[in-house]
């Protein structure tokens, strides 16, 4: 039996900028996002999240996933804190440990920036994201109820958290 080939994780850089835009459209819905889908000209990397804030995943030497760190809030009260801002996988690179290695690699970059705690918002239907977040450590620590309205639907915007030390 052929082991599956494990994902590779590495610091995005402004070369993978019309990779990870075409990515982000590719993946668009809103069964996990709540803006609206990106224009095709659109910038990924931006003044306030640019290649820093990201790592990004590798299969074959194809970037198929990326992960966005950031910070929740600008204050200082709170900077002891990183969000996961963004995740997407490639349709065809799903159910091949991906999202689980770039999850696993924020909560790493994270505690290596010296972050106490780790946070991020996922849509309450999005039960695939909720299982993987709850697998590597993520417990939900509030729920506001029909918080947006996608297509006319109401969804919960769920905050899942986890400690780093």
């Known amino acids: 039996m052929t082991a599956m080939p494990v994902p590779h994780i590495r610091q995005?850089?402004?070369?993978?900028e019309e990779a990870l835009r075409r990515l982000d459209r590719e993946t668009w819905s809103h069964q996990h996002a709540v803006t609206p889908r990106p224009e095709p000209d659109e910038p990924f990397f931006r003044e306030h999240c640019g290649p820093g804030d990201h790592l990004v995943a590798e299969l074959d030497g194809r970037l198929v996933g990326?992960?966005?760190?950031?910070?929740?809030?600008g204050l200082a009260a709170n900077a002891h804190v990183r969000q996961i801002r963004g995740l997407a996988v490639a349709d065809g690179a799903r159910g091949r440990g991906v999202g689980r290695a770039l999850v696993q690699a924020a909560v790493d970059r994270a505690r290596d920036l010296g972050a106490r705690r780790i946070t991020l918002r996922v849509l309450g239907h999005n039960t695939a994201a909720r299982a993987l977040y709850a697998s590597e450590g993520f417990a939900v620590e509030g729920i506001q109820p029909e918080e947006f309205c996608l297509d006319g639907v109401y969804a919960d915007d769920v905050l899942m958290g986890r400690p780093l030390v």
């Open 12 to 16: 995005a850089t402004p070369d993978d």
């Open 66 to 73: 990326y992960v966005r760190l950031g910070f929740p809030t």
